[in-house]
């Protein structure tokens, strides 16, 4: 069965400064990957996901991913953090040739932005 | 795209008592999830319908738990004898259907969920 860990619980950057998420996964082979964002009383937003080809992928609000086969990880960066960003972030990993569609979720990382 | 539709937003209950919650998904999606999401944790697979077929279940999906999405369109999810671990949000999701032989590679949008606390 697959899993997902996300190490940091709650990460406080400065507006301006830059942003990595970290997001390892356990799986045995390639999964899909995903991450989603999700405000406080709302649902999740999907900022972006990887299926297969280039390991760098763009997202909404300027966010990007790097898929890293040899490290099992998919960490989220952000040049430039925005107060807006603040928020809950999810890696979440589906399984991929095996006819299950349900996602596994990490634990979320929650990102406070200060001025 | 007017998006995943959840209803009721909030729900209050007393334990023991049954509760119903609704899910219009995107309209060309035919693939409809269920998701339960504690505080402080990320969501969990309850459930998934393709079109009217629910073709996967979690076990923790209890016997307490049942879901239908009867016409292929939008799905209710009712708890029967509600249990103060019940409490959560409730997160509804649809995707289209994948391209010819891919399996599970279209993402799935969410609703805003319904939050159910049991007093």
């Known amino acids: 069965a697959q899993s997902v860990t996300q190490p940091d619980i709650h990460i406080t950057v400065s507006e301006g400064a830059s942003l990595e998420l970290r997001c390892n996964y356990s799986?045995?082979?390639?999964?899909?990957l995903f991450w989603y964002v999700q405000s406080p009383g709302q649902g999740l937003q999907l900022l972006l996901k990887?299926?297969?080809?280039?390991?760098l992928v763009q997202g909404i609000k300027g966010f990007e991913a790097e898929f890293k086969r040899s490290q099992s990880s998919f960490n989220l960066r952000k040049p430039s953090v925005h107060w807006s960003d603040a928020a809950e972030y999810f890696c979440?990993?589906?399984?991929?040739?095996?006819?299950?569609?349900?996602?596994?979720f990490g634990s979320g990382t929650r990102l406070q932005v200060q001025p | 795209d007017t998006g995943v539709s959840q209803n009721p937003r909030h729900k209050i209950t007393k334990r023991g008592q049954n509760v119903t919650f609704r899910c219009d998904p995107i309209?060309?999606?035919?693939?409809l999830y269920w998701y339960r999401q504690t505080l402080g944790q990320g969501p969990e697979f309850l459930t998934y319908?393709?079109?009217?077929?629910?073709?996967?279940k979690s076990r923790l999906l209890s016997d307490r738990f049942s879901a239908e999405r009867p016409k292929g369109s939008f799905s209710t999810l009712e708890i029967q004898r509600t249990e103060q671990g019940d409490s959560a949000m409730y997160l509804c999701?649809?995707?289209?259907?994948?391209?010819?032989?891919?399996?599970?590679?279209?993402?799935?949008?969410f609703g805003d969920g319904t939050r159910l606390s049991i007093l």
């Open positions: 999701a649809s995707s289209p259907n994948g391209a010819q032989g891919a399996v599970s590679n279209q993402p799935q949008h």
């Open positions: 990887y299926f297969s080809g280039d390991t």
């Open positions: 319908f393709q079109n009217e077929a629910q073709l996967e």
């Open positions: 309209s060309e999606h035919n693939r």
């Open positions: 799986y045995g082979a390639t999964p899909y």
């Open positions: 979440a990993v589906g399984a991929r040739g095996t006819g299950r569609r349900a996602l596994t």
